[in-house]
DNA sequence: CATGAATGAGTCTTCATTCAT
DNA sequence: GATGAATGAAGACTCATTCAT
């Protein structure tokens, strides 16, 4: 396909212009769906928003649900790569001490872009392609369960698989009220709040043996 | 909503028919809505799987969104229903068998229609129903929370607001969950769900004093 | 469907006006085909033109090629509409009379609008339920093809199947050269054209025995 | 339309290098236009198919009609070519003979690219085509004519241009049917259908004598 | 009150063509 | 000359809502 002297430079400069288009695209559909929400971003829309033409917005995407597919998935990297770190400094710490930074994470990362975060969990429609938003759960799965796994003698749950979709599920539904809703209760208290979902995931993941018959 | 004491009986009639037609759109709203989706419910398509004019429609319902938003509210009363019978229910068990009670009724809740519990969760925010949904939350809240605080003496957390709102978001969440995306570890096998989410509930609001040292 | 009380008046009245619209719709269609062509017929145009909101258009027609298909019928139904009666005039002729008057009428055919005519044999894309200009040439040889069975002492070729065929796409083609090119040769001179033609395919049908050997 | 005798070798290298593009480009647009029709046929999936930019497509033809009209002029001169080979080997044969050579040529004149031949007979006269297409025509009147001529003591009629006209289009309408519809009646008997269109030109140029009264 | 025909703004999407590199 | 990113006018089609009957 590339033909004969085609300098880097040229290339990499088209390229650089693609990529630049591609990028503006993607903001400009953050800016129209945290503003105009879902319904009302239209690609026209978008396209003039990012200053380009409708035809280029085609050209990188092939639809409206793919732009929007790719959006979900730079902003989920995005948290995942917050989770990351996360995790590698929370590595050698004891479990309670861990969860709780994670937990600190989790606030952080539903705070890269909250508004964002927010249309993606309340209107963006999740079928087709879509089902990327769920990717993230997978992954987030993924990771959880592997250091718990790494943390297994500390823990006194017996299914790890159902321990950790529990914990990823609270925690995200969690973090998510407390970011966008703002709890009466703990109104922006975030300290607080991470205590109380510490306390909540450590009691579940490592009973005292002294808890009482349910019964 | 129900007009009280219908005087005569030929006006009664009458609203017997329109109760009937707005009964009618709002079965068809549903199923329209859960079988096409949010985005392809067309009010001319309601109206046409209700087996009435699209004027009529109009006739009862100022626009598409107080139309679903009527739908909202069915919905939720009928899920709050079955929340405030198992309360009473409830009411003199101990806590633990009455959380274990009240999850497995949050369950029932959601398998009302689940299908279209779905589609109010993923899609109908886009629309001003926030307010409706919210209602729900807040009607529960109110609901849970005068539960807990009749059984303050076997509940140890301090703040009985953050506990109830983390309650009350946590097991929608876990049940939304297991209801909606049947996860891979639980699929289907709802007793160790009620099991699990019990569990994790009450060792969160009865924490054996045994809960040692988080360092 | 028929609601209680819809005096016939008002289904008729509302009958009629679907009707007009639909009429004025294939009108619009025709007169839009012809002055612009196919691809500048757009269905905004064509709307326009009928003095019709889009919306109407699509009220009755699911897209651009069933409403071109539903001009071609109704054109097709004209000319063959003539033919059939020209069919029945001839019935007691003599076979080089009858030819003759069936040549005339299939002039006369491709004079009904020979200029959408030619936009339908020349523009219109003949895909997906487009075929349905093929539907003519199909009644065109059945009602053919039964008279010459019914003339069949008069007529020498075996096949009379494959004579029917090349009978028909022969007139087809002189005629619709003739109507639309004017050929030079005949230019207008419509009754040296009808006689050349009859004199053709009489020639073919009933060769006489003194046509010498083709070797 | 190949500039005659390069001088210098350089400039006949790059000539050749732009002959080749210009072919590469026809050839994209037969593929694509049998592939997807003339609607989808875009001159960036032209280029693409080619291997060229849209770019150099614009080069060498100034917009998509002229690269459109260059592939009808392309392949009306390898149709002609065919038919004047049959005329030249046919020369000396006796009318009847020589037809049915000539008709068997106009089979394989249009086995040539029968698809392409077919997109070009019912889509693009859309566009200002219909003058290539009519060249087409024209060039094939004056060499049949002149071949009649040369038989005229064979031939019977009168009028020769009418004749010629006639026959021209018979053939090709026929011809076309069989190629492009394979009509049932004659599914791919090239050699009966050869026979009878012959059948059907010798009898109408040299009708016997015996041919009787019309009336 | 019911009906359903009509409306038309607004959406997504395509494609011939241009032009900076 | 070649490239391919960018353009934007234009087209097909949908749907909430109105209103004459």
New binding site residues.
Partial sequence: ???S??TT???S???K??Q???EALLDATARVLTREGY?????????ATA?????????????????VAALVSRHNREMLELLRNALKEVASLDLATAIRELVRAAVDAHLVDSALHRIFAEQVPRMGQLAKIEALQGETFLLVRAYLEQRRHEISVRDLDSATSICVTIVEALTHDFVINKPVTLKGDRDRFVDEVTRLIVGYLRPSRAAKPLT
């Fill in positions: 396909m590339a033909r002297v085609p430079p040229r290339k400069a088209s390229q212009r693609s630049a288009t591609v319904d009302r971003a239209s690609t026209n829309r978008i396209a200053g380009v033409s409708v035809g280029s917005l085609y050209q990188y995407f092939p639809n409206k649900e793919a732009l």
